[in-house]
C-alpha cells in the first residue's frame, strides 16, 4: 500500500492545497470527472453486453493493424 507524506504546516512553501484536508487539488471536478469516467464504463460494459461481435470486431480490427505494421 502507498502512503502519501503530508506535511503539517500548510502555512508554509512546501505544504500544497492538496495537503489540507477535504480539499482536493482540483476544487469542484472531482465529482463531474468521477461521475462521466463512470458513466463510459457502464456504456463499454453494457455495449459489450448487450453485443457481443463488438468485442470480436474490436479484436479483429486490433490484430489486423498490428499485423499491417510487422509486414
Known sequence: MTHRVRHKET????GSSADVPGRDAIPGRGGLLEFLGLTLAAGAFAVFVVRPEVLEALVHTLAASTAGLVH
Open 11 to 14: 502555512d508554509t512553501a512546501l
